[in-house]
DNA sequence: ACTTTGACCTGTGCGC
DNA sequence: TGCGCACAGGTCAAAG
């Protein structure tokens, strides 16, 4: 499901009301996501305040007064959303289906719920201890709107790789937030074809092309303009308030298959090509720059 | 060493 | 209405 845009809006969204307030019960409906639970994980979590939620990547991290974080990706379909505490019993609703695990959080404002929910279960939280490296973010590429990424920063993460564009950009290694719905956009905006060798898109002495310039831009800007939306809800996608993102309606490739390219003067259609088991989105016709 | 495939899960939409 | 298949925002281990 979420992509950088999502995952940071979901954190912005929840992080008012998370930060300050203490974990006072943990209920793990299910002893693994796509991974077993971390052990003693309601213990080590019941009791500790968290003081900040962050994001890395797609990543959140809930930093805890303790120096711990717990680490949550959310997978394709995971998600959180805030509930009302009632008075008696807990948590105060009926968990749904695929409600995995409950955050009973007590804030200034009072007490109220964090329920995370992942219906295909890809997602996985893990706990890092105090001054610990987790092992999830060790091997991240930069952060594709940091100052660390740009174009030669990019030029030389993929200088080596001989696959396609698109399958080198969905790796976390080499830029760490992007998906399968941004890369599409980028390239497209980048006027670069899915299908492009990497390594090609780097000038033989090494410095950025005018293309992986474009290209870094191109990322940046899509990145910023989903941000500003709100993220893309394609099914199930809700931030913190429950609402959806809109930039899907921004798409200019993505799930436009057989629909005429956005692009001025381009008189070309969009066609969807499987690559590495992923689809990718691309107008043959002006992505070719 | 690098790249692609299949697997992990559940849900939805479409063609027959 | 029901069935089977393709596909879905991601990543990882295995196979090539």
Redesign the pocket.
């Known amino acids: 499901?979420?992509?950088l845009p999502?995952v940071e809006t979901i954190r912005a969204g929840l992080d008012p009301h998370v930060r300050g307030a203490v974990i006072e019960k943990v209920v793990a409906r299910r002893p693994?996501l796509?991974f077993a639970l971390p052990k003693e994980l309601t213990a080590r979590l019941e009791g500790q305040r968290i003081v900040h939620l962050g994001r890395r990547?797609?990543?959140l991290l809930f930093e805890l007064q303790t120096g711990a974080t717990l680490l949550s990706?959310?997978?394709?379909?995971g998600n959180y959303r805030l509930e009302p505490r009632l008075a008696h019993g807990s948590p105060g609703f009926a968990p749904k289906?695929?409600d995995h695990l409950i955050f009973e959080l007590r804030g200034a404002h009072g007490a109220f719920d964090l329920v995370y929910s992942d219906?295909?279960?890809?997602g996985y939280v893990d706990l890092v201890d105090p001054g610990g490296q987790s092992v999830?973010l060790a091997?991240l590429g930069p952060e594709p709107l940091g100052n660390e990424m740009n174009a030669l920063a990019l030029a030389s993460a993929i200088a080596?790789?001989?696959?396609?564009i698109k399958?080198?950009l969905?790796?976390?290694t080499v830029i760490?937030g992007?998906?399968?719905?941004?890369?599409c956009e980028a390239l497209w905006r980048a006027q670069i074809s899915p299908l492009a060798i990497?390594?090609e898109l780097v000038r033989a002495n090494g410095a950025p092309t005018v293309r992986l310039e474009r290209l870094t831009a191109a990322i940046k800007h899509v990145l910023t303009d989903a941000l500003a939306a709100g993220?893309?809800?394609?099914?199930?996608?809700r931030n913190a308030e429950g609402e959806t993102?809109y930039f899907?309606h921004s798409f200019d490739v993505?799930?436009r298959e057989g629909q005429s390219c956005r692009r001025q003067e381009c008189a070309g259609t969009i066609v969807?090509q499987?690559?590495?088991?992923?689809?990718s989105f691309w107008c043959p016709r002006c992505q070719n720059h």
């Open positions: 499901m979420p992509e999502e693994d796509r990547a797609k990543y990706h959310l997978g394709m379909t289906k695929h219906p295909r279960r890809f999830h091997h080596k790789r001989r696959g396609p399958t080198v969905l790796d976390q760490a992007l998906g399968n719905i941004y890369v990497a390594l993220g893309s809800t394609l099914r199930d996608y993102g899907q993505y799930g969807r499987m690559q590495a088991g992923r689809s």
